[in-house]
């Protein structure tokens, strides 16, 4: 019970943090990352998982975050295998994340 | 049992202080008081956004009038609130 209700205000920070991030990346942008740091410092200490749509909203090397098109890159990139490159122009942190070609995704349609 | 995760006067020690309206008082009898948005946090410090600029206040030394979202006002002395944002989430009051 006290662990349910310890990780169910953790999940409500969180949420919280991250919508006052998103508010006050353009006016405040430090303010925004320091907003960053301490929803995934309270994840860490109540074993949580940070919600996906706030997962991809920020850097993980500097906490900046992933709004408008000065701050971030995308790129589709089909070299080994089909993937996402999606780059930090602050501090120039790259992360990947694997694509699937439409084709393949057809053809595994097929056979189920 | 219904848990309350939103913020009331109850959690508020526990729970998230960023971008709440809040009131801050000296408690050395000092005359003037501010108003603002807290927009930072430390172990110790407070960060207020003011209509001048950001301004810290120690924790130890205020109390702070929080304005909730459900529009009720908390009046907390600033020792409850020693210590960091993470730290706080597992902080228990004895006497309430």
């Known amino acids: ?112 | 049992m219904q848990l309350h995760t939103e913020i009331i006067a109850k959690n508020i020690i526990r729970h998230e202080l960023l971008g709440l309206n809040v009131d801050v008082e000296w408690k050395n009898g000092k005359q003037q008081k501010f108003s603002g948005v807290v927009v930072g946090e430390s172990r110790n410090m407070l960060t207020v956004q003011l209509s001048k600029g950001k301004r810290l206040f120690p924790k130890a030394a205020c109390v702070f009038s929080f304005k909730l979202p459900n529009g009720l006002c908390v009046k907390v002395d600033g020792v409850l609130l020693i210590g960091r944002p993470e730290d706080r989430l597992k902080k228990v009051v004895r006497k309430w």
């Open chain 1, 1 to 112: 019970m006290k662990n349910r209700l310890l990780k169910a205000i953790a999940r409500e920070r969180i949420e919280r943090l991250f919508e006052f991030a998103r508010t006050y990346a353009q006016s405040d942008p430090e303010a925004a990352r320091e907003a960053v740091s301490i929803a995934r410092r309270i994840a860490q200490r109540a074993r949580l998982r940070i919600p996906k749509p706030y997962k991809l909203l920020f850097c993980r090397k500097c906490g900046n975050l992933f709004l408008g098109s000065s701050s971030f890159s995308v790129r589709v990139r089909d070299r080994m295998t089909t993937h996402v490159v999606v780059k930090c122009l602050r501090c120039g942190w790259i992360r990947r994340y694997p694509a699937q070609k439409e084709k393949h995704i057809k053809s595994t349609a097929q056979k189920l």
